[in-house]
């Protein structure tokens, strides 16, 4: 099974990828095999990079307002794409971890791997961020210097969260802890639950 550093390093992979064109409608190409955990998890940080400009675009205050409508439904839709993998993410680590019996004592985790994961892949985009306005050259010494304090936070970030996602997965190995997945639930995406979307049945 992969590191978190591993994980990591695709999420981070994907950050500068999405980059090269800096464009949400561009097409980036996956460079993983279809099928394999990189290439899900390429996707989960594409679909994450995508959204965190959309959300940029849709705070223009000078934004047409048909328009921020289009990109609020785009980034709802988004939303739902970044759950799905992350469940994807989660059947591969319950295929990975069928064989293991947990101990009697054994407990659970707040959350799963994969949303683990979803934290370190936003973290990437956090610390790739952050990087850039640290090394801009039109910002004033007093905006640096605030990046700075807060890119060492992020970095201190991700070596907790790497470590304590490694730690996970060496206790779900161990039988240590046992993973139980749910899936997520989102009844304003179902026309049978949102009761805005059945009243008009």
């Known amino acids: 099974m992969l590191t978190a550093q591993e994980f990591y390093q695709v999420f981070e992979m994907a950050t500068k990828a999405y980059h090269v064109a800096d464009d949400v409608d561009a097409v980036v190409e996956n460079p993983f095999n279809e099928g394999t955990i990189e290439h899900t998890l ?3 940080n594409m679909i994450d990079a995508v959204q965190w400009h959309l959300e940029d675009i849709i705070r223009n205050p000078e934004i047409d307002p048909v328009e921020a409508l289009a990109i609020k439904r785009r980034i709802d839709a988004s939303n739902q794409r970044r759950t799905d993998r992350v469940e994807q993410l989660d059947d591969w680590f319950l295929d ?3 064989g293991i019996t947990p101990l ?5 985790n707040t959350e799963t791997p994969a949303w683990a994961l979803d934290r370190l892949s936003i973290l990437a985009l956090k610390i790739y961020h ?4 640290v090394a801009r050259k039109d910002a004033s010494e007093e905006h640096i210097a605030r990046c700075a304090r807060k890119l060492e936070v992020l970095r201190a970030q991700y070596a907790d969260l790497t470590t304590s996602i490694d730690q996970l997965l060496a206790d779900l190995n161990a039988g ?3 993973m139980r997945t749910y899936k997520q639930m989102k009844m ?3 026309p049978e639950t949102n009761p805005v979307l059945y009243g008009k049945k």
């Open 130 to 133: 952050m990087e850039q306005e």
């Open 96 to 98: 990975q971890l069928k």
């Open 42 to 44: 390429f996707e989960k």
């Open 176 to 178: 240590r802890k046992y």
């Open 104 to 108: 009697p004592d054994a407990g659970i």
């Open 188 to 190: 304003y995406n179902d």
